[in-house]
């Protein structure tokens, strides 16, 4: 049977048909940490501390304290159940998001009544509350308060009238309150968030959550690949190959994504600026990609919030900070941003690309490099200093040659042991602005880094010379076809 996926529940559908890729479970589980909690060690794998692995999606229908709403989580924490969703092989799917970015499809408006806007409930009516219309977990017990990781943000940029999609953190403050976490200079949707503060306008905005997994993918491209003024809905639109349907709000003058679980609408408030744990002061916001905790930030912007709309028995879509389904959202749309780049340079010799999950998908790239002719020697280091320009947030990457297995880390750190020599072989370029969620990235870990942030690129060339391809053959063995024997 053929699972057409276009929304949250058809996805989660199709992984049902799949042995061991959803798991359901009628218990009761607080949403204050506890459920992300549970799924530490069901399937949040990524950098999530150990004990953890990489295991099925978990759907939670009894979430204290929300009454009919249920909670997925994990739904892309597997680059196989992504792969299923958007109907590619694990391997391709960095090339598939690449062909998407080049031949977008622009969303549409549509007229019809929206799945997303079966229930509306408006904050000027009394009893509106986000802590009890939203089951919105906590990852750990210190984190700043219930927190929106899967949110599709969209806004309008208040002078070109252009559209982006992103995904932020979100914090519930108050009833009607949510803190919007902006990396500087890192996403557009800050940036229009700045122009209308400049202009002393509100910035209407909408944050759709659960819907379909290739727009939280697609959602996840940053510059230069999609720059300002690229909707990123388009990606999710050629990689369905129909448009996504979208919705005029109830509240604000804003549109929403039609078929998501819930829609929260609102405007950004200019001139205000929140601290994140207003209300726990623990000091930290919530767990971050690289695995650490990240800081409270003082400079959280404000969403005023107009209205909430949802389906009809809503499923809330959440994720863990540092878990795999974090490196499936960023890292794979990486892939295509560095493979894109590499094969405009220099055609055909980028076999592929992983973002590695140690790397939490963004500090970490493994090139798979084919060098054709005695002219390709170097080349594989030019591949990795365009990766590096390509994507700024990248600190480590490892070359190995069309034989190793890039997606394999056990087979890269052979290449590493075998054909690796540290003193030849390491190629450093330090004083390079990379990310700040990187602790090691301080001017404390390093006399070469001079503002936290600032860190030492690394190459890690793990191929054969071309001269010595001959002496460096891997042991080949008879091609068999092994289900005779088992």
Not at 136 to 150: E, K, R
Not at 279 to 305: K, L
Request: aromatic letters at 6%; hydrophobic letters at 35%; a negative charge.
């Amino acid at each position: 049977m053929t699972h057409k996926v276009n929304d949250l529940r058809s996805a989660l559908e199709l992984l049902q048909s799949m042995p061991g890729q959803l798991v359901e479970t009628d218990v009761e589980v607080d949403p204050e940490a506890e459920l992300s909690g549970v799924y530490r060690y069901v399937g949040a794998g990524g950098t999530v501390m150990r004990p953890t692995k990489e295991g099925p999606a978990m759907i939670f229908n009894n979430v204290k304290g929300h009454p009919g709403a249920r909670v997925a989580i994990g739904v892309m924490a597997s680059r196989k159940r992504v792969a299923a969703i958007l109907d590619a092989k694990p391997e391709d799917l960095g090339k598939l998001l690449y062909r998407s970015v080049d031949n977008p499809v622009p969303p549409v408006v549509s007229d019809d009544p929206a799945p997303c806007q079966e229930v509306v409930h408006l904050a000027s009516e009394p009893g509106f509350d986000l802590n009890k219309l939203i089951p919105a977990p906590t990852n750990t017990p210190i984190d700043a308060g219930p927190y929106i990781t899967l949110g599709m943000c969209y806004a309008t940029h208040p002078d070109t009238g252009r559209n982006d999609v992103t995904i932020h953190r979100l914090c519930i403050q108050d009833k009607d309150k949510l803190s919007i976490f902006f990396t500087p200079g890192a996403r557009h949707i800050g940036a229009m968030a700045e122009r209308a503060e400049e202009l002393g306008q509100r910035l209407p905005i909408s944050v759709s959550i659960g819907v379909d997994p290739a727009i939280e993918i697609g959602s996840c491209f940053e510059p230069p690949t999609t720059p300002m003024g690229y909707d990123e809905l388009a990606v999710a639109g050629a990689l369905r190959g129909e448009p996504v349907k979208l919705v005029n709000c109830v509240s604000v003058n804003q549109r929403a994504i039609a078929n998501a679980e819930y829609v929260i609408e609102g405007e950004v408030v200019p001139g205000v600026r929140v601290q994140e744990d207003q209300n726990r002061n623990t000091g930290h916001a919530m767990p971050e990609f690289p695995g650490y905790n990240g800081v409270a930030s003082n400079q959280c912007w404000m969403i005023d919030v107009k209205a909430v709309t949802h389906r009809k028995n809503p499923i809330m879509q959440t994720c863990i900070g540092p878990s795999e389904e974090h490196v499936s959202m960023v890292g794979i749309p990486t892939e295509a941003s560095i493979y894109g780049m590499i094969e405009k340079a220099m055609p055909g010799r980028l076999q592929n690309v992983y973002c590695a999950s140690p790397g939490g998908g963004k500090f970490m790239a493994v090139l798979q490099f084919k060098k054709q002719s005695p002219s390709d020697e170097g080349r594989q280091r030019q591949a990795a200093i365009i990766a590096m320009a390509a994507y700024s947030e990248l600190k480590h990457v490892f070359i190995v040659d069309e034989d190793v297995d890039c997606f394999d880390l056990n087979d890269v750190l052979w290449a590493m042991n075998t054909r690796f020599q540290g003193d030849a072989d390491i190629i450093t370029i330090p004083g390079v602005r990379c990310h700040p969620l990187d602790p090691s990235n301080d001017p404390t870990c390093s006399p070469s880094i001079r503002d936290h942030g600032i860190a030492c690129k690394t190459i890690f060339d793990c191929t054969v010379p071309y001269d010595q391809k001959d002496r460096f053959k891997r042991a080949e063995f008879m091609e068999v076809d092994p289900s005779k024997w088992l």
